[in-house]
């Protein structure tokens, strides 16, 4: 009892003491949706912010409780652009925030949301929230099987970790992988990499359609990160010019993944297309499909060893141009596919997957459910008006 005391004074003298701290900025969010909102991350403004300030920066709400945040340097040019945090807000309702610069010491709030090169394993990039986690694979790996070297990977398809667990296990697994090779693909009671991608898209991969075929890139050629922290890591993959049929396709995609979302953003800089598509795996061709038009997305349920998983794919309105379910008798290139218009050079969409048991879904209709949900989010966003 006598910590638990101590804690909460420890809090209340944090909180009093950051009652005079300088305000820099004053923020409104408005959430036009007659649902709660949580897990959705607000960007706010700092750019004018003192150099000598923005390590001290935190958010307080009205009562002056400190909400967790995140300053990040979208551009890398040595300048923290925004802050970022997640309000809670109910159905129809407005909070205020203010952007402050604390007085007292900043406490570090665990990096959830956690991306980075893996060279340890030939040259994955691995990224992971407190959700899920996802990796990709790079150019040594891809030179290795056009070398026959064996342990290589050629594939540009999105992985699924299939973690149970809300800290981070990134490290943990490739840790054990180094002790005891493939040790990742055994559940140690945080869950596990059963998930088989080879050339399919997996969870998100893109293609461009020619006719009646599928084009794909090969491994990704270069990586930038550019955030980690308890609120979103985000990264940049570059991708080698390919070919699709005569199409010469650039691509270059940008990834983030935040807190307490099960799905990873895509935001694709493409030239060379009108249109580009993404993709679900089908594995073994098991499993049901769905779309859903009035709310842009695509799903496949399946079984996966002793559970269940679903994947999923959202867009918005401008770059939904429908779906197809794509089988072919070459391994791993049956694919769920979510056609996407090409708008201004770019698409967004978000990609991910719920696995039964990690305890957040429970059937299929669970995560329809989620994926609907998610759309009508992404296709309203919280207003932020900064003052």
Not at 362 to 380: G, M, P, R, V
Request: glycine share 6%; hydrophobic share 35%; charged share 25%.
């Amino acid at each position: 009892m006598k910590k638990i005391v101590f804690f909460l004074l420890t809090v209340s003298l944090f909180v009093n003491c950051d009652k005079k701290a300088e305000i820099v900025s004053t923020v409104t969010v408005k959430n036009n949706l007659s649902m709660d909102r949580t897990f959705e991350t607000v960007e706010v403004d700092i750019s004018n912010v003192a150099l000598e300030k923005v390590a001290n920066l935190i958010i307080l709400d009205t009562d002056n409780n400190k909400v967790t945040s995140q300053v990040v340097d979208t551009d890398l040019d040595g300048k923290n652009d925004v802050i970022l945090f997640q309000p809670t807000l109910k159905a129809n309702q407005t909070k205020e925030y203010s952007v402050v610069v604390s007085k007292v010491s900043k406490q570090t709030d665990t990096a959830y949301c956690y991306s980075r090169f893996v060279p340890e394993r030939t040259d994955d990039y691995t990224w992971e929230n407190n959700k899920v986690g996802f990796r990709t694979f790079g150019p040594v790996a891809q030179k290795m099987v056009e070398d026959g070297v064996k342990g290589g990977t050629l594939s540009s398809g999105i992985d699924a970790w299939l973690k149970r667990v809300e800290y981070p296990i990134i490290n943990l697994w490739y840790k054990r992988n180094d002790a005891e090779k493939g040790a990742y693909h055994t559940d140690h009671g945080e869950g596990l990499d059963n998930f088989h991608v080879g050339v399919s898209r997996g969870v998100g991969g893109t293609v461009v359609k020619v006719d009646t075929s599928y084009y794909f890139s090969r491994n990704f050629t270069s990586y930038k990160t550019i955030t980690t922290g308890p609120v979103r890591t985000s990264f940049v993959l570059t991708y080698a010019e390919w070919d699709a049929n005569g199409k010469q396709i650039k691509e270059t995609k940008h990834i983030s993944l935040d807190y307490g979302q099960n799905l990873s953003r895509f935001e694709i800089d493409v030239k060379g297309t009108e249109t580009i598509s993404t993709g679900l795996t089908l594995h073994k061709k098991k499993g049901v499909t769905n779309q859903n038009k009035a709310n842009f997305w695509i799903s496949h349920w399946e079984n996966l060893d002793d559970s269940k998983v679903g994947t999923g794919i959202v867009t918005t309105k401008p770059y939904f141009l429908g779906s197809e379910k794509y089988i072919t008798s070459k391994k791993d290139e049956s694919n769920h596919f979510l056609h996407l218009n090409v708008v201004n050079d770019k698409v967004v969409f978000y990609s991910g997957f719920g696995w039964v048991k990690s305890k957040q879904f429970s059937n299929q209709l669970d995560w329809e459910n989620y994926l609907t949900d998610f759309s009508k989010k992404i296709s309203s966003p919280l207003i932020v008006t900064q003052n």
